[in-house]
């Protein structure tokens, strides 16, 4: 275990901290044969739209990929449940043979019949794009029958990667946008973009903005409505939330119709007042937004504080890898558990780009670990490595971290608790204590000894 | 109501799955895979597709999943796969060194028509392939079959690359035991080696997805049949097959192969079930059935007449893999229960149903059957004809909670419950177990319904 061949074309992908000189091969489509942690296009697609809970979703392919897909993510709506449902094409050979369009249409027919959906997206996956299928004149043609938007999503899995299902999803959004009215939309308003609602966490973001007197237009997509998509174009602004999924959106938006956008973290406690702050700046045209968001902070911050300096104390020195999808989530979570009191021993991402890696190598300390589209040997070997007591990762990466005896916390989308936000924080910080501090750990055979050893070192 | 969409008509549909109870054939054909003992699954296709096999497998199993991908990317999609296919060999052994990679196909590599052995021939030449080292493959396109027929032809790949009769006959058994959980496997194994029965089981999926925490990170645990086993099974005396769908490809091409008899059962669920298995290895062995295994049964056959009064004329419906479906009607039958709606998601053939019409032909109603099905029709039968009893995969919980009606979770997949891995429903302690469940399930909720008057001590 101690040493793991790395692949050579590998090496560039792999970093630690101090030891040479930095650059980052990233961005890379992932090598053939790797037991890469990464998704596809369509998983990338599926992700962001999803959570538009009165759209139909219909998924054009063989049953896998939307069998994968369905209802894996708490995306909570307050209404509709029609996105928890699973449709597909269920593509058989004589389809891939003939061609699917047909299918496709009755099928669309059929559903927006029944379900009388405000609008439908259709994910063409990686097959539908050998066979050649023309989904976007199924589209238009059922469009054209049915009055209302059927959009095509073009997310064949092959076609790059989650990123480029970002961008196929906002292609599809930037369709909506725009169709709808804007009566009603305060010259002090914004969209927030790029926040799912797992666990609830949009409205949490949503409360405390509209408590500022800041008009909440839509979210993208958490909680989201076909309606408040099509007239965001009327906010004054567009706040991004990190994981850049809809920076594509925000941009085009910006082009077409000039809305400015910024980038903000819900995540940890300097970050989520940034985010409210900054909102407040944008408006400075009216102050009384900017003292309404003192205010808050300052509430929010004092409610969770007490328990928080509980918590620290215990996790105060204790270490901790990140592995996460995207690279901004990281920059989030290195601040978090600095706050925390913890050291950041490893840090990777599926996604980053150069400059998110430079970012990051300026944020972390002498040694720590930098990987990009990492494998499970790496992670373990360097998880052992570096003795971190604590995994931040995906579900795949779960179990990894229970092998080896350490903590862990979900970051993606099984978590089940609202993370974001200033109470986020302090659930968070639970769930990291609890997780870092379980007596469970002692039952693991090489951790007891580490346990042990730092026992020793403390006294 | 999460599932509020479900609507009491039923409409024939022929262009649309909704609410799959299937998922596609290369996620069977990585569980099957990861039977054999260092054995590296590889999805040739590209990244998506595996990324979710991974997980879903991560979910059910609670356990870390690997798998290889080649990664595709357009212009292997345009151009084949060879060239991915074959550096991803060459960076697998160098990388991770398994004994044996098993490659499975996807929708898309099928779809280009990439020829896999012509592929394997050319990585053989070049060099790629270390002494000692080997490859098998499945052809698993997803728009044939399901995650069962996955699973199958990767059982039967098995025999194909590697069976090997030495012209002698060997006293072992092969046990083929189907789309089962490790938990499952270990007590067939179990029951054959009470018996004094030497076997050899094929895949074997106990210890590789239920193992133990050890502190360390292991690519490849200790289960799993080996390459040794699996070419000594050509000189076994006889084969014992487990579920027609899931196993019977496998049993036939040995037969054929090599000349080893098989006998094909229903998987060992129940009084009956357990018992076909019990006296066919007694039969092809030549042994007698110890006091242990009599015991077992006896203990199973007084349950049933201890609580059978809880359980006849219970109504049930039930969803699942077809060689599950078919066992699990069969007990429930023999308990004097009712199964009366029953799907499966996975295609299996008029054969299939004529057996499962001959299952259910005492039962003294109508009973609905539809293969291959979908959930979304098994809630509006449910909902138009309710039932006392649901039994599903952790899919179903939605119907359950809809239509109040207790649930077993059984099958593929579960995803909210721990103990399908350690604790088997096979044999006589599993039919045990399988009894404790049901009458779980029904007696908690007698009891929760159960107004002041009524409601009762003993039971
Ligand atoms: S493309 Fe085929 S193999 Fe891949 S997830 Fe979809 S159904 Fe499964
Ligand atoms: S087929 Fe393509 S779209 Fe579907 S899961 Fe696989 S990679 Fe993704």
């Keep these: 275990m101690s040493s793991i061949p790395i692949l050579e074309a590998r090496q560039a992908q792999i970093h630690q901290k101090g030891t040479q000189p930095f650059e980052m091969d990233c961005g890379k489509h992932s090598l053939a044969g790797s037991v890469s942690q990464r998704a596809c296009v369509f998983c990338g697609s599926r992700v962001v739209l999803y959570p538009i809970a009165d759209a139909l979703h219909l998924i054009h392919g063989p049953i896998g990929c939307a069998a994968y897909t369905w209802d894996i993510r708490g995306a909570l709506s307050s209404g509709p449940e029609l996105h928890r449902m699973s449709f597909s094409t269920d593509l058989r050979e004589k389809d891939v043979i003939f061609g699917g369009e047909k299918k496709l249409a009755a099928a669309l027919g059929e559903l927006i019949d029944q379900y009388r959906p405000k609008a439908a997206f259709v994910y063409a996956t990686c097959i539908v794009g050998i066979i050649g299928d023309d989904v976007a004149a199924v589209c238009r043609k059922v469009e054209q029958e049915k009055g209302i938007p059927v959009l095509p999503v073009h997310s064949e899995g092959f076609k790059g990667t989650k990123k480029d299902g970002y961008k196929a999803a906002c292609d599809a959004l930037f369709k909506l946008v725009g169709t709808g009215s804007t009566a009603d939309i305060a010259p002090v308003s914004i969209n927030i973009l790029g926040e799912f609602n797992i666990g609830g966490e949009a409205w949490i973001i949503k409360k405390y903005y509209e408590q500022m007197g800041v008009q909440v237009v839509s979210i993208m997509t958490g909680d989201g409505r076909v309606d408040q998509v099509a007239r965001s174009h009327g906010a004054a602004l567009n706040v991004v939330q990190c994981s850049g999924a809809l920076t594509f959106l925000a941009e085009m938006m910006k082009a077409k119709y000039g809305t400015p956008y910024m980038r903000v973290s819900y995540f940890g406690i300097d970050d989520m007042a940034k985010a409210l702050y900054d909102v407040a700046e944008h408006f400075n045209a009216a102050p009384e937004v900017m003292a309404r968001t003192r205010a808050i902070v300052r509430r929010e911050v004092e409610t969770i504080m007490p328990e928080l300096n509980r918590i620290k104390c215990d996790l105060y020195g204790k270490r901790a890898a990140i592995y996460v999808g995207g690279a901004f989530k990281a920059f989030s979570l290195i601040k978090a558990l600095r706050y925390l009191g913890m050291t950041v021993v490893l840090v990777g991402s599926q996604t980053g780009n150069e400059s998110d890696y430079a970012t990051l190598q300026d944020m972390c300390d002498d040694g720590t670990v930098i990987l990009d589209d990492a494998n499970p040997l790496e992670l373990s070997k360097y998880i052992i490595e570096k003795k971190a007591d604590l995994f931040i990762g995906g579900v795949k990466e779960r179990p990894i971290a229970f092998k080896m005896g350490i903590g862990f916390c979900d970051h993606n989308h099984e978590r089940k608790i609202p993370l974001a936000g200033f109470e986020g924080m302090l659930h968070f910080a639970r769930e990291v204590h609890n997780s870092v501090t379980s007596p469970v750990w002692q039952f693991a055979p090489a951790r007891a000894a580490v346990l042990e050893s730092k026992k020793e070192v403390a006294r | ?459």
């Design chain 2, 1 to 459: 109501m999460l599932l509020r969409h479900t609507s009491t008509e039923i409409k024939e549909r022929s262009a649309l799955t909704v609410n799959p109870a299937k998922t596609c054939q290369p996620i069977g054909a990585m569980y099957a895979a990861l039977g054999v003992h260092g054995c590296l699954p590889h999805s040739h296709g590209s990244q998506g597709c595996y990324a979710y096999h991974r997980s879903a497998l991560t979910r059910h199993f609670k356990e870390p999943v690997v798998a290889a991908t080649s990664a595709f990317t357009e212009g292997a999609s345009v151009f084949g796969g060879q060239a991915n296919l074959v550096q991803a060999i060459d960076n697998i052994f160098s990388v991770y060194n398994p004994d044996v990679i098993a490659v499975h196909t996807t929708c898309l590599s099928e779809t280009i028509g990439d020829d896999v052995p012509q592929i394997f021939a050319k990585a053989m030449a070049d060099g790629k392939v270390p002494d000692g080292k080997f490859l098998f493959h499945a052809n698993t396109p997803s728009y044939v079959g399901s995650h069962v027929t996955g699973f199958a032809s990767t059982t039967k790949a098995m025999v194909d690359y590697f069976a090997e009769s030495n012209g002698r006959k060997a006293k072992t058994i092969n046990l083929i035991p189907g789309y089962v959980e490790p938990s499952d496997m270990a007590e067939i194994r179990r029951i054959a080696e009470s018996m004094g029965i030497a076997t050899i089981m094929f895949p074997d999926t106990s210890k590789v997805l239920n193992g133990p925490l050890t502190g360390k990170y292991k690519m490849f645990p200790e289960g799993g049949v080996t390459i040794d086993e699996l070419k000594k099974s050509g000189s076994s005396t006889g084969t014992i097959a487990l579920g027609r769908i899931a196993s019977m490809p496998a049993a036939r091409a040995l037969d054929a192969k090599c000349k080893v008899p098989c006998e094909i059962l229903g998987l060992p669920i129940g009084l009956h079930g357990t018992d076909a298995f019990v006296d066919t290895l007694r039969r092809m062995a030549g042994v007698s059935v110890p006091d242990g295994l009599n015991l077992e049964r006896g203990q199973l056959v007084d349950s049933i007449s201890d609580w059978h009064q809880y359980l006849y004329g219970k109504r049930v419906a039930i969803v699942g893999d077809p060689d599950q479906v078919l066992a699990l009607t069969r007990f429930l039958v023999s308990l004097d229960m009712r199964p009366v709606h029953i799907v499966t998601g996975s295609p299996a053939g008029k054969k299939y149903i004529k057996s499962l019409q001959a299952a259910v032909a005492e039962v003294p109603e109508a009973v609905n059957i539809k293969v291959p099905g979908d959930m979304y029709l098994f809630h509006q039968w449910i909902k138009n004809d309710p039932v006392d009893l649901i039994i599903g995969n952790t899919y179903a919980k939605y119907i359950a909670k809809d239509e109040d009606i207790p649930l077993v979770r059984h099958g593929f997949p579960i995803y909210d419950r721990l103990g399908h891995s350690y604790f088997s429903t096979m044999g006589y302690r599993g039919g045990l177990r399988l009894m404790e469940k049901l009458l779980d399930a029904i007696l908690d909720c007698k009891d929760r319904d159960a107004d002041d008057i009524t409601m009762e001590l003993v039971m």
